[in-house]
């Protein structure tokens, strides 16, 4: 890429997601003291939101997959002035979450903020996913079913702080559906219609559920798609600040300003959406031929 076109892309990125200050008095007074779970947390997002809240002393509860890098957050949040302990497990294996699980009950009997954050994006085409079975059955784990069973779990002890559960989604669930994303759009939109469909019991137990729709991040998730590298995204850091400025805020939600103008064109322009899908796909397979 360019100079030119990397001053471009910074501009565009600018525009597309504005920086958000926080009021840190609010945060403060949110999560002093509390218990928070965050799963995803040793790379992107998760990282940066384990950082972010260690300086408030918190004491943070960091599940995800890599041990090493798990060990080092966790020095740099007891270095910070709060607790940590972390819990080392592959959502793609439900005996694992199972394991995630247990181990969770005997490290706290309190949850007051439980961030789900862990996640798997995936494109490839339907025509290479014919013998990639196992491609749906991990997404959808790990996205949709490890998650569901972590906050059935979890829930009882969110309840008794009247804590809040934050749900890191996709802008994707909220369009319509995408070529080649099929592995990814259903498993997010899944669990994004199941944690719809519990906010009002939630809401009874006086919990607070809140979801972020967050547009592409550059994270360590979209490394392997080439295409990402020269996309406009949200850093990590951003995505962080705007889900702490939900956790003190009275919203149930976030997403970008722009994306009302998306929901718009995909109630209104289905057959166009269609239509340009089919056409640059032909397009594309025209050209492999």
Known sequence: MTNKNKVSKRIIEQFLFPSVTLNRTKLQKTVTGKTIVITGASYGIGEQLALLFSTYNVKLILIA???????????????????CNIIVADFYQETETERAIKELFTLTDTIDIFISNAGKSIMRSLENSLTRYHDFTRTNSLNYLAPVNLILATTPLIKATKGQIINISAINVLLLPAPKWAAYQASKTAFDQWFRCNLTEWKIMKIQAKTIYLPLVNTKMIAPNEKYKNFPAMQPEQAAFRIAKLIYSSKSYDKPWWLLFLQTSSFFGKYIWEKISFLYLKKQNEKSI
Do not use: F, M, P
């Not at 041990?67 to 270095?79: H, R, S």
């Open 65 to 83: 997959r890599t041990a090493e890098k798990l060990n080092a957050i966790a020095d740099i949040v007891k270095e910070n002035g709060s607790l």
